[in-house]
């Protein structure tokens, strides 16, 4: 009777299995709908693939993820079709190096390049935090966990001269970030977003907030890490009391796509990308897309429907993923 009653739990277990199965593999093709990972609340991923959404309500479907790691694994595991990431976490994961050590995602494809992400850290005014120096010791928000936050602020740490592990990490959303700080749970959060960043907006209407700079020296370093990496500023008047322009770092958000997506559906959204730009940039308050920044600086090959789209304009892409990551790979610190 015991050995019944495993062999009945045994089927109903595989049974359950099935139904799981069958759920996951009806929601992949279900009307053609394509699953967009994105990141959490607060972030631009999150708003820019809403956006997609509402401008091709039909076709994209908004995953709420983790951020650029988790966006990756999720595909590379079936479970999202497209997935908007950060370049230098995409550069890693093609590469199988870093995080993704002899686990490279083999099937990601490039669509757009969509916009900078400036490297932020935000502390409150009154804080003895002046620079990336006095962050040792501190309590920082470095992002959710399977983002690329923390890679992030680690390199920008270890540029600085300061060990990761001098500081106390907490894994958080920047939604969770922002208030942490405006409570004093935290001394500081860094943010890699596009600017202005709601979330940094809104904190600093209610909280009085500076935006660490990193000094030139560090700059430097940051840029001989990853050829992806470019200076950008943070102009004057982006926040509520930022008085002074702010030189950092800035890293591509790109929008990426599994290669067995349909050509026709990647080339559409391709096209709507720079069709609708002006309502992209007034909605997510972001540079409007730009075919030429779109195509540069790109370390995988690019999906058949956008190179499509872009032969279309004028514009050859490489589809062969055997130049994947030549351009754009992580390589060591010159000393």
């Avoid at 559409?268 to 540069?296: G, R, W």
Wanted: charged share 20%; net charge negative.
């Amino acid at each position: 009777e015991g050995r019944n009653l495993m062999n009945i739990r045994k089927l109903l277990s595989a049974a359950a299995a099935s139904v799981m199965a069958m759920s996951l593999l009806c929601s992949c093709g279900q009307s053609g709908v394509l699953r967009l990972g994105t990141g959490n609340t607060g972030g631009n991923y999150y708003s820019y693939g809403t956006l997609l959404h509402e401008l091709d309500e039909n076709g994209i479907e908004v995953k709420k993820t983790a951020g650029s790691q988790a966006n990756l694994r999720l595909m590379n595991e079936g479970f999202i079709d497209m997935a908007i990431v950060q370049s230098d976490v995409l550069s890693e994961a093609v590469n199988g190096v870093g995080d993704f050590e002899n686990e490279p995602v083999s099937g990601v494809r490039a669509v757009a390049g969509l916009y900078d992400e400036a490297f932020q850290i935000v502390v409150r005014s009154k804080s003895d935090i002046n620079s990336i120096a006095d962050l040792k010791g501190k309590k920082i928000s470095v992002g959710d966990e399977g983002s690329g936050v923390a890679k992030n602020a680690e390199y920008l740490l270890l540029s600085a001269g300061v060990a990761f592990s001098s500081v106390e990490p907490v894994y958080m959303s920047y939604s969770d970030s922002a208030a942490a700080l405006e409570s004093g749970d935290i001394d500081a959060f860094f943010a890699i977003i596009g600017t202005p960043a709601t979330v940094v907006s809104e904190l600093a209407e209610s909280t009085d907030i500076r935006i660490i700079a990193p000094d030139s020296r560090t700059i430097e370093y940051m840029l001989n890490i990853y050829k992806g990496y470019s200076e950008i500023t943070i102009p004057a008047g982006t926040y509520h009391g930022q008085d002074e322009d702010i030189p950092t770092i800035g890293v591509k958000a790109v929008l990426v796509a599994d290669s067995d997506t349909d050509r026709q559906q990647i080339k559409d959204i391709t096209a709507m990308l720079f069709d609708k730009s002006s309502s992209i940039k007034y909605s997510v308050a972001v540079p409007e897309p730009d075919t030429e920044f779109a195509v540069s600086d790109i370390p995988c090959s690019f999906h058949q429907g956008a190179a499509d789209y872009y032969a279309s304009v004028g514009i050859t892409v490489s589809t062969d993923p055997e130049n994947d990551g030549n351009s754009f790979i992580f390589g060591a610190q010159d000393n």
